[in-house]
């Protein structure tokens, strides 16, 4: 089935160090991506898309590139603040699957100062 | 602009009592999903609704129902609550294929 596969936690950073959180997906098809974040106590928030190949997603300094070649929509930002702590999860939706969200595990990220 | 309203944020019950979660979604969007989120778990989906009616069921218990009325707003219903029932119950709601927009969650604790 259609499913999402991210880094495993939790990541530990210094504040403006270089955060990567990987994501693969399997999807018979095309798929819309997602990476939405979850601040302590808080509900989820879009954090950026793509929903075709070669779309970049950004937002907050973040940035997500879909590749099809790869299956892939890794996470990236150059310079974490500590205000970036959180869990982010990976997900798609598709059209065989009636669009539901299908989530990735989440990544736990602390940023100290 | 308006975002998707659940009520009420916490709920603390006794085991064998009954719950009942409400959803307002953003107004034009005509899907609505239901998502269980258990300590340091990943969301799970429960049921959603399409236009009003029930599109699809995931994992959710037979003593959970769920409906969607005329407004549009819908209900999550849960009967003989358990332990395992305490989570957060995210209601989100949607114009597919587009991302959702998730309310801030239910956080019901079950004692």
Known sequence: ?113 | AAGVIQSPRHLIKEKRETATLKCYPIPRHDTVYWYQQGPGQDPQFLISFYEKMQSDKGSIPDRFSAQQFSDYHSELNMSSLELGDSALYFCASSSPPYGYTFGSGTRLTVV
């Open chain 1, 1 to 113: 089935g259609d499913s999402v596969t991210q880094m495993e936690g939790p990541v530990t950073l210094s504040e403006e160090a270089f955060l990567t959180i990987n994501c693969t997906y399997t999807a018979t098809g095309y798929p819309s991506l997602f990476w939405y974040v979850q601040y302590p106590g808080e509900g989820l928030q879009l954090l950026l898309k793509a929903t075709k190949a070669d779309d970049k997603g950004s937002n907050k300094g973040f940035e997500a590139t879909y590749r099809k070649e790869t299956t892939s929509f890794h996470l990236e930002k150059g310079s974490v603040q500590v205000s970036d702590s959180a869990v982010y999860f990976c997900a798609l939706t598709i059209r065989s699957n009636d669009y539901k969200l299908s989530f990735g595990a989440g990544t736990t990220v602390t940023v100290r100062a």
